[in-house]
């Protein structure tokens, strides 16, 4: 699966 | 994720917990900056509207970020109505019009991508940063803090601070992860926004000590 772009922390 | 982000994002959530539990037991919101809560709703709210956009990540963050904008949110709520008589305007008086300005500043000069997504992440990474400040500020005037409000800070500190060592970790782990340095460097600067407090709790709350300002 294709890694999502964007902010992965919080 | 690793053992630091975990302890951070636990960090928050306790630095929730104990903001709402100190104003429905003592019925008060006194030694509270509502300047700062709406700051941080400010915050969560420009942050998190990929909650509508991007991609679906996981289970977990989309269930933190909706607990910290409702958690903000009703904070704020509760602040403005059944706790209002209990707030003072008088010492909260912090100008949050330069917080506000020197983020959309610093977020329009370098956006990780200039698209509205992005910069309005940017801002919130860069106002997230000073947020505290109206509360510290009001601490400072008053010269002293409750204890249940210096554990309130201390848990919402914490959150940025174990996210120093997170990213260190992804840095050298995580080959997939990618670098933040907006967050990087807005994280280290709020934590050493933060230092002075962390001293003066770290040296007098934690031994028992009511939290005073020399």
Redesign the interface.
């Known amino acids: 699966a294709a890694?999502?772009?964007?902010?992965?922390?919080? | 994720m690793n053992i630091f982000?975990m302890l951070g994002?636990l960090s928050?959530l306790i630095s929730i917990f104990i903001l709402l539990h100190k104003m429905q037991t003592s019925k008060s919101c006194s030694g509270v900056s509502f300047k700062s809560q709406v700051l941080y709703l400010v915050v969560y709210v420009f942050r998190y509207l990929?909650l509508f956009t991007?991609?679906?990540?996981s289970y977990y963050?989309t269930l933190?970020?909706i607990v910290?904008i409702a958690s903000s949110a009703y904070t704020i709520y509760l602040m403005s109505t059944v706790f209002k008589p209990t707030h003072d305007p008088a010492i909260d008086t912090f100008k949050i019009e330069y917080l506000l300005g020197g983020s959309l500043v610093m977020a329009l000069l370098f956006p990780p991508k200039w698209t509205f997504m992005e910069i309005s992440?940017a801002f919130s990474i860069w106002l997230e940063s000073v947020a505290i400040l109206p509360q510290l500020f009001m601490v400072q005037r008053t010269g002293e803090a409750e204890t249940i409000t210096t554990h309130y800070i201390f848990a919402l500190g914490a959150y940025r601070a174990l996210?120093i060592p997170?990213w260190i970790w992804r840095y050298m782990f995580d080959k997939?992860a990618k670098l933040?340095t907006i967050?990087v460097v807005a994280g280290l600067a709020q934590t050493l926004l933060y230092s002075d407090f962390f001293y003066i709790y770290w040296t007098k709350v934690m031994k028992g000590k009511k939290f005073q300002l020399p």
């Open positions: 890694t999502p772009e964007g902010h992965d922390e919080l | 982000r994002d928050h990929d991007n991609p679906f990540m963050n933190m970020k910290f992440w996210y997170n997939k933040e967050a």
